[in-house]
């Protein structure tokens, strides 16, 4: 299958600083990219969908403004959490896909805010 | 809201066949059965999709019934290393709608 590749794989930073997550698509172009969360013994939440060249679209009850999407090629989108607070402490997960294929997933990052 | 409904939890003895059901009685005739799953700390692994016709692929089988309202995913022998939270989800198929999660199953395969 398709392969997706997230960096850094795990971060800790304090309380305060910004955060920013890369995905890459490696081997396809995505023209859709999307950013889940995943809490402790929780299932995977859907964060936004993003376009390539095109503003994210967020699920009710993610700050756009605190969860900075960028896809600005078909191979990277970028999430940068600003201010992070411990509360934002997560596993966060992208997935890519190219227009009639399957979504595949990167293999997360996991976020600790100190 | 996810539109499928799992067992919480199933355990499967290592080498026998895992069958991992689904209700999904409110599908459209527009949409597909994808099947994910995680294993622990890990981003999900796709496994298998269809519509309305039973699939195989290397990985495992999809049975689907005739209406449609249901469907099994088979691993034919599984391992200890298929442990892991599976989860079934329908969507329509191409365009740029997401998957969304429901809870899955969590499956166990004992030595």
């Known amino acids: 299958g398709a392969v997706v590749s997230q960096h850094p794989s795990w971060v800790i930073c304090k309380s305060g600083t910004s955060v920013k997550i890369e995905c890459r698509s490696l081997?396809?172009?995505?023209?859709?990219m999307f950013w889940y969360r995943q809490f402790p013994k929780q299932s995977l939440m859907l964060m936004a969908t993003s376009n390539e060249g095109s503003k994210a679209t967020y699920e009710q009850g993610v700050e756009k403004d605190k969860f900075l999407i960028n896809h600005a090629s078909l191979t990277l989108s970028t999430l940068t959490v600003t201010s992070a607070h411990p509360e934002d402490s997560s596993f966060y997960i992208c997935s890519a896909k190219e227009q009639a294929m399957t979504q595949y997933f990167g293999p997360g990052t996991r976020l600790l805010v100190l | 809201d996810a539109k499928t409904t799992q067992p919480t939890s199933m355990d499967c003895a290592e080498g026998r066949a895992a069958n991992l059901p689904c209700n999904h009685s409110?599908?459209?005739?527009?949409?597909?059965v994808y099947w994910y799953r995680q294993i622990h700390s890990q981003g999900p692994q796709y496994i298998i999709h269809g519509l309305k016709n039973n699939e195989t692929n290397e990985m495992a089988s999809l049975i689907i019934t005739e209406d449609r309202k249901s469907s099994t995913l088979i691993l034919p022998h599984a391992t200890l290393r298929d442990t892991a939270v599976y989860y079934c989800?329908?969507?329509?198929?191409?365009?740029?709608?997401?998957?969304?999660f429901g809870k899955g199953t969590r499956l166990s395969v004992i030595a």
């Open positions: 409110t599908i459209s005739g527009n949409e597909y």
């Open positions: 081997d396809f172009q995505a023209t859709t």
């Open positions: 989800i329908v969507r329509v198929g191409g365009g740029n709608t997401p998957l969304v």
